[in-house]
C-alpha cells in the first residue's frame, strides 16, 4: 500500500512566521503535490513537481514556496504566514507524470491556522 | 466553463436507495477519470478509476464513462449511511504533468 504521511495533523502559527510542511512517500513515485483545501472553493493546486528538483507553479502559488531535494519528501514553505493562508494543506504523490492511468493518493492532511 | 463538473449538492437519498452522482468534462484528450470519497475533516480516498467507455463495476460501486457526451458518473447501490461524504471527481490530461483536475465535489447525505 501507498503510505503519504504529513509532518503535522493541526498547526498554529503567528502572523509572520515562516512554516514548514513536510510530505513523504514511500512508494518511489515522481510526482508530488500540494493542495489546499476550503469550504466552498475545493481542491487547489499549489505547487506539484515531477522530479527531484523539479517543481512547477500550480493555481495559487503566491505566497508559498516548495523544496524538492530528495525523491521521497516534498516540502511547502509559507515564507511569512498570513491568516488568509489558515487552512487544510494536502500533499499527493502519484508514480509518474507519463502514467496517465496512475492514480493520486493524498496524506492527512495538515490543518494550519494562522493567528 | 469549468474543467471539470459537478453538483455541489447536498443530494440526499433515503438508505437501501441509489446514490447517482454526475460529472462533466470540458476537454475531449481527457484519457482517464477518477472518483474520490472524502469524509468530513479527512483526506481523499480513491473509490474507482475508469478509463473506457461503459460502466465498470466494485462492489455496491459502479462508474459510468461516456466519451462522446464528455459525462462520468458514480452510482452507489444500497446506499448506508456510511456513504454519507463529499464525492470528488477527477481527470487526468496527459499533457499536464500528471496533475489531476479536480471538480468542487458532490455532498452526500444517505437518511437512516
Known amino acids: 500500500d501507498v503510505k503519504v504521511t504529513q509532518s503535522s495533523r493541526y498547526l498554529v502559527k503567528r502572523t509572520g512566521e515562516k512554516v514548514f510542511l513536510e510530505c513523504v512517500q514511500d512508494?518511489?513515485?515522481?510526482?508530488m503535490f500540494w493542495y489546499r483545501q476550503d469550504p466552498g472553493l475545493g481542491l487547489r493546486l499549489i505547487y506539484f513537481?515531477?522530479?527531484?528538483?523539479?517543481?512547477e507553479k500550480g493555481d495559487i502559488p503566491e505566497g508559498y514556496s516548495v523544496s524538492r531535494e530528495k525523491k521521497e519528501r516534498f516540502s511547502l514553505i509559507l515564507e511569512s504566514a498570513s491568516t488568509n493562508q489558515t487552512s487544510m494543506y494536502l500533499c499527493?504523490?502519484?508514480?509518474?507524470?507519463?502514467?496517465?492511468?496512475?492514480?493520486?493518493?493524498f496524506g492527512p492532511g495538515t490543518r494550519l491556522t494562522v493567528l | 466553463q469549468k474543467e471539470v463538473e459537478q453538483n455541489s449538492g447536498p443530494l440526499s437519498v433515503p438508505e437501501g436507495a441509489i446514490a447517482s452522482l454526475n460529472c462533466t468534462y470540458s476537454d475531449r484528450v481527457s484519457q482517464s477519470f477518477f472518483w474520490y470519497r472524502q469524509y468530513s475533516g479527512k483526506s481523499p480516498e480513491l473509490i474507482m478509476s475508469i478509463y473506457s467507455n461503459g460502466d465498470k463495476e466494485d462492489g455496491r460501486f459502479t462508474a459510468q464513462l461516456n466519451k462522446a457526451s464528455q459525462y462520468v458518473s458514480l452510482l452507489i447501490r444500497d446506499s448506508q449511511p456510511s456513504d454519507s461524504a463529499t464525492y470528488l471527481c477527477?481527470?487526468?490530461?496527459?499533457?499536464?504533468?500528471?496533475?489531476?483536475?479536480f471538480g468542487q465535489g458532490t455532498e452526500l447525505s444517505v437518511k437512516p
Open positions: 513537481s515531477y522530479d527531484v528538483k523539479m517543481k
Open positions: 477527477a481527470v487526468n490530461k496527459d499533457n499536464q504533468g500528471g496533475k489531476l483536475i
Open positions: 512508494m518511489d513515485h515522481e510526482n
Open positions: 499527493a504523490s502519484r508514480r509518474s507524470h507519463r502514467g496517465w492511468a496512475d492514480t493520486q493518493y
